[in-house]
Each structure stands twice: as C-alpha cells, then as structure tokens.
C-alpha cells in the first residue's frame, strides 16, 4: 500500500509540476487575442508528452540534445525553449548564434551547443558568450587552435554517410586524434548524425551507430575521455535502434513530426502535433452574379453566382498555392472551403457552401474546426513538400500562443 500511495503522489506532483509550467509559460490571453488575423497555437502538453516518450524510447540512461534550429522547427523558439529548460534537458542545439542571443535574453540558461554555423573567427565570439561551438574538419580546428589566446570548449562533428559536414568515419581516429592534441581546443563533445528516410533502412543506420561505437571506443582505448557523445536522433530512437552514446539528440520526434518519409513506426502513434492550430480570419467576401468575371481564378463569365472569401494571408506570409492536380483547403464553420487563389498578401477561398459567413470569421489552415480537421500534412501534400518544409514557409509569419 505504501508503493502504491507513493507512485499515485508522485504522480500527482508531476501533474502539478507541468500545470504550473505550462500556466507560467502560456502568456496571458486578452479576450482580443482570438481576433489575430494569423495565428499559430501551440500545445505544449504535446511537447512535454513527446519529450517524456522519447525518454522512455532511449532509457533513462542517455542524455537528451533537444533541437530547436530554424524556429524550433517552425514552431517558436521562444515559447518552446522555455518548456525544454523546465524540463530539464540537458542542452539545446541550434545553428543560429542570434536565436541562441535570444534565449540568452529571455532567461534561458540551459547549455547551448551551436550546430556546425561558423568561421575559426566566429567560434571565439561565440565561445566569449558562452556558447559551444561544432568543429566539422580538421583545418577549422587548427586554425581556431592558432587564433585563439585561451582554451575554447567546442564539440566535433563526425560524417557517419549523411555526406554534409563532419570529419569522414573512415578518417576519424587520425584526425580527431590530432584534434584532441591541440593544446587549445577542450573537446567536451563528439557526435552525429544517422539519418535515414525509411524505417526498412534500419539496417544501414545501425551499421553506422556500431562503427561510431568502435570510433568511440579506440579514442578511450588511447586514453582519451568524451565526456558526451551523440548519434541517434529521432529516427533511430523511433525505429528502436540502439548504441553505447550518452546522448539522444532530438528534433522531428519532439514536435510530433515524423523523420521518415511516411509514419511507418509504430512508435510514431505515440506522439503528438505541438502545433494545436493555425488560422486567418475573412477579412473580405464578394458576392459574384452568374456571368461576372473572376479573374484573380480565371474564371470569366461564371456559368452561376459565387462567393469568394478573402484571408489577408498570402506569398509573404510564406503561402503557396497548390501544386499541379492538387487541391488546398481551410476550414469555415466547419466545413472545407477551396483555394482558388494565393497572392501576393491575400487568400481567395470558395464560400459557396457556406452559410451564415461574415467578415471576421475565423479560417483554420492547421487544425479542428466542428467536425473536420486539416493537418500540416494535408497542408504538405497540397505543396507536394514534406511537413517540415511547410512549416518553414510559414515559420515566424504568424503571431504565437499557446493553448
């Protein structure tokens, strides 16, 4: 009975413990607010149970690398690196050194490792701020070593196959072993990257996570300590691969995207979208008579009347029309409404089959309206783009919440 009173208390404080999270970190809604014109909503109960899966995933043993490049994700860097540090991640890894500047500013002390971003020159004014840097080659390396008139901490980079920055695994014991030698340089890091598009390549990634092992194991054979290394990513950890690393480094998994070209992993299902909606608001409707002209569809002479919607939500708010023999959709009332055009700055949609429409009335991109719903892969597969790539395009365009 104790156990058992023991775990329930746990459980409750932990409940507790993200309620006060989430309410100190969701910024106080003004009854307006819903009157945004474009809105992006987070849920980050969705991120904090994504966070906690792929714990469960990894095993309580591996440190986790939480990446939040390009906007987190497309999301909010802001929003979502103060959940991460409540949560107690172990670090934080972008490419940007100002979106580093800016957690820096709004309170976020968590270590911040810097993805492979810059020159011998810009690792010391990095480093002068705190920040850890990534050292993709050798001659970066010793021209930091050089340069630099203090012991800089920076982490390597090794290429495992992705074939875009790092040190080649057939090279890596030479030459970070030289790395390892300069006097200058204070290696607190090796790690990563074993990316692969389909759960049925999981073969060749863990091939790789084994040579990285064998890589790590001849450098601690030599005497040499890593006090962190990293190779599995979301990828590997959702296929349930394995390896000796200490750390996970995290990114699609933890946003509720999936790294794979399609969800195949079971372990996917777990997990969910951190963004909960995003949406416009009809700023416009026009009534059209049968045989008037639409240009901005091409339609001239309309065979019946038509009532277009128009969403001030265009190109520069990162939109695209729909590909060839595609079709795009946003929700009003409930019920899907067409694309027939993107702009500029403006959205034409279909309103014909809508009743009781006016202006104000919210349209959701992303999200549930009544009984439907449209998700960012719906969004995806109307651009013929993956969902990463079309929440980079609408990345920092809208205003943020959370829920």
């Not at 987070?42 to 906007?71: F, M, R």
């Amino acid at each position: 009975m104790a156990a058992i009173f023991l775990v329930g208390a746990m459980l409750c404080i932990n409940v507790e413990v993200r309620f006060t999270i989430i309410c100190i970190l969701s910024p106080t809604i003004n009854p307006m607010s819903d009157h945004t014109e474009n809105l992006m909503v987070l849920d980050l109960e969705a991120l904090i149970s994504n966070l906690d899966y792929i714990k469960h995933l990894a095993g309580p043993e591996k440190q986790v690398i939480a990446s939040i490049k390009a906007n987190a994700y497309g999301h909010d860097i802001r929003l979502v690196a103060s959940v991460l540090q409540e949560m107690e991640v172990d670090m934080l890894a972008t490419g940007s050194i100002e979106d580093a500047r800016t957690l820096r500013k709004n309170g976020v002390d968590t270590p911040l490792l810097l993805f492979a971003y810059a020159t011998p020159e810009n690792t010391i004014d990095a480093a002068k701020e705190g920040f850890i840097s990534t050292i993709p080659n050798l001659a970066s390396a010793i021209s930091l070593n050089a340069m630099t008139s203090v012991q800089i901490p920076v982490y390597l980079k090794i290429d495992c196959g992705l074939g875009r920055l790092g040190i080649p695994l057939s090279q890596a014991k030479e030459l970070v072993t030289r790395i390892l030698q300069l006097e200058k340089l204070k290696v607190e890091g090796i790690y990563t990257h074993v990316p692969f598009p389909e759960v049925t390549s999981s073969a060749w990634a863990q091939e790789r996570l084994d040579q990285f092992d064998t890589f790590i194991q001849a450098l601690e054979s030599d005497g040499y300590s890593i006090p962190v290394t990293q190779a599995m990513a979301s990828c590997c950890v959702l296929a349930g691969l394995r390896d000796d690393s200490s750390a996970i480094c995290i990114g699609h998994a933890l946003y509720g995207l999936s790294p794979f070209s399609s969800k195949q992993a079971p372990t996917f299902q777990h997990l969910q979208p951190v963004i909960h909606s995003v949406s416009s608001t009809l700023i416009h409707i026009g009534h059209h008579q049968k045989g008037s002209d639409i240009a901005v569809h091409g339609l001239y002479g309309t065979a019946g009347d038509h009532v277009v919607g128009v969403l001030p939500l265009g190109a520069a708010m990162g939109m695209r029309p729909p590909a060839d023999n595609k079709e795009m959709f946003v929700l009003v009332k409930g019920k899907k409404c067409r694309v027939m055009a993107v702009s500029l700055e403006h959205i034409s949609i279909d309103l014909d089959d809508i009743d009781n429409v006016n202006i104000g009335d919210k349209a959701t991109i992303i999200g549930q309206d009544g009984d439907d719903s449209l998700s960012v892969d719906e969004l995806a597969q109307a651009w013929q783009v993956t969902p990463l790539q079309a929440l980079m395009s609408i990345s920092g365009k809208f205003s943020v919440r959370s829920m």
